[in-house]
């Protein structure tokens, strides 16, 4: 166990966990001093007591500490944060729910409130108490950036989700956790304020449809196809589908935007060889034109397109030369296969369903289990190393001019 220049230890009420306060930071370790966490401060560290609420099950698990200017909390999962700040230095003798009990300079005790709500939120989310987390959602007034990179972070975007409000945030949470109606509407918002038209509108349902796609939810892939005109994937997800009908709508689409590799490519996957061969023809290539019609048995086609050859000083007669020399059976007709199955929707992929579900299935009382009830933590002064005493006056004294600015 490593810790610097310690300058006094607090327990736990329960005598699990114990405090050591250094110079410049605190590492919380259990009763056998394994350490769980260590953190480190820009200011020297003026005082700490551990949690002592009755209720909330933060007693023994949430340790509050002061520097010059600042009230800090710290848990044995590493999570640290700033509560308030200080008009002058407090030592911290006991918290009990909002409240910090400590002595200033003058040895006054003084009662300052505090709000440890983000410090509980985080004790409850790193403890799996869900119930207590939905309460807090709801009731609390948790938000900004902050807290929701948190949430990212430990792999909660779901109950991120209830805190932001901006749609590009939320588009990008509603895709980590897998809601799909969730990055719909953001979806439509953007779009909205973007502009149809815009590539940042193109790029957001470009990623919603890969995430639905990834789900197996094809309508919600289909529209978003449509909105970002990607139509030769909207082709092939027709074909696979089965959606021969829409299909036929897109060659008649190709065929108004006079794309004329849309075209064939649709007829290819309809089976359509009469589009096909017109397609060949209407490009130039008579000679593929010709070898089409003539394999399909479309001889009206097939006469016409000879004679157009033929007319340009062409001939057909080397054309199936090729082909002639073949082995027998070695080639067979292409044609798409029938789809025997149609439905809305396939069988969508199920997201894992971890916190939010969690959350609505559990209790949803704000208190947990609770422990040391009106205990006092113990402290134990080390002796500072600047010839500092139990308060570290000597250490006050020097950090008003260089933590000033801290």
């Not at 166990?1 to 259990?30: E, F, Q, R, T």
């Not at 909390?73 to 409240?99: E, F, H, N, W």
């Not at 969730?182 to 790029?203: K, P, Q, T, V």
Request: charged residues 25%; negative net charge.
């Amino acid at each position: 166990l490593s810790a610097p220049k310690i300058k006094s230890v607090v327990w736990s009420p329960d005598g699990s966990k114990v405090a050591i306060l250094c110079k410049y930071g605190v590492v919380i370790a259990d009763r056998q001093l394994e350490q769980l966490c260590s953190i480190s401060d820009n200011v020297r560290i003026k005082s700490g007591c551990w949690d002592v609420s009755p209720s909330g099950g933060t007693a023994s698990e949430l340790f509050i500490y002061t520097t010059l200017h600042h009230v800090k909390y710290c848990l044995p999962s590493g999570d640290t944060g700033t509560i308030r700040t200080l008009d002058q230095p407090l030592y911290a003798m006991r918290a009990v729910q909002d409240q910090l009990f400590g002595l200033d300079r003058e040895a006054r005790t003084r009662v300052i409130q505090m709000d440890a709500t983000e410090a509980r939120f985080k004790l409850a989310l790193a403890k799996k108490r869900y119930g207590k987390v939905m309460h807090m959602v709801k009731h609390s007034r948790l938000c900004g950036r902050a807290i929701v990179a948190y949430l990212q972070s430990k792999g909660f975007p779901e109950v991120a989700l209830h805190f932001v409000r901006e749609p590009k945030t939320r588009f990008r949470l509603a895709l980590a956790c897998g809601n799909i109606e969730a990055a719909m509407e953001s979806a439509f918002a953007l779009e909205n304020s973007h502009g149809a038209e815009s590539s940042a509108a193109r790029d957001v349902w470009g990623e919603l449809g890969s995430e639905a796609l990834r789900q197996g939810n094809h309508q919600v892939v289909e529209m978003s196809y449509q909105r970002t005109k990607d139509f030769d994937r909207l082709s092939f997800l027709y074909l696979i589908t089965g959606d021969s009908e829409k299909l036929k709508k897109m060659l008649k689409i190709s065929n108004m935007r006079q794309d004329i590799m849309g075209r064939y490519h649709n007829a290819l996957l309809l089976g359509d060889a009469a589009e096909r061969v017109k397609v060949l023809e209407e490009s130039g290539n008579l000679p593929l034109a010709y070898m089409c019609a003539t394999m399909h048995n479309l001889p009206e086609d097939a006469e016409r397109i000879k004679i157009t050859i033929e007319t340009n000083e062409g001939t057909v007669d080397d054309l199936f030369a090729k082909l002639d020399a073949s082995p027998k059976g070695s080639s067979c007709l292409l044609q798409p296969p029938t789809p025997i199955f149609r439905s809305d929707n396939w069988p969508v992929l199920d997201v894992p369903k971890t916190t939010l579900e969690d959350l609505s299935a559990a209790d949803t009382s704000p208190d947990d289990d609770d422990a040391g009830v009106g205990v006092g933590p113990t402290t134990t002064a080390v002796g500072g190393g600047d010839g500092a005493d139990e308060w570290g006056m000597v250490d006050d004294v020097a950090d008003t001019g260089a933590d000033d600015g801290a």
